[in-house]
């Protein structure tokens, strides 16, 4: 299940990126990348990559993407990676 708290949509390439709940033991959030969300077009996933440590974008199979579209999806990339870089700057540790 999907939750909407998190969520932005560009209209010109009609992506959406919505977080979904996080499952039981995961420290880090996975967004949902959909075109025209109104008929939930799944484009693919983004979640942790605990090699890299940082947000990648895991695209479905068979799914292509224009510029436009790429440069949408490594700005959200650009976005959640800070956050979470801000998120563990800011941590107090006992």
């Not at 979640?47 to 224009?66: I, L, N, V």
């Not at 510029?67 to 990676?81: A, Y």
Request: with cysteine.
């Amino acid at each position: 299940m999907l939750a909407g708290t998190e969520s932005s949509k560009d209209r010109k390439y009609h992506l959406s990126f919505r977080r979904k709940r996080k499952p039981k033991g995961k420290k880090t959030n996975i967004y949902v990348v959909e075109k025209d969300h109104e008929y939930g077009l799944r484009l693919g996933e983004v979640r942790w990559y605990g090699a890299f440590r940082q947000y990648c974008f895991y695209p479905e199979k068979d799914t292509m993407f224009s510029k436009g579209c790429l440069e949408l999806v490594n700005n959200f990339l650009d976005k959640v990676n800070k956050r979470h870089r801000n998120k563990l700057k800011n941590k107090t540790y006992p």
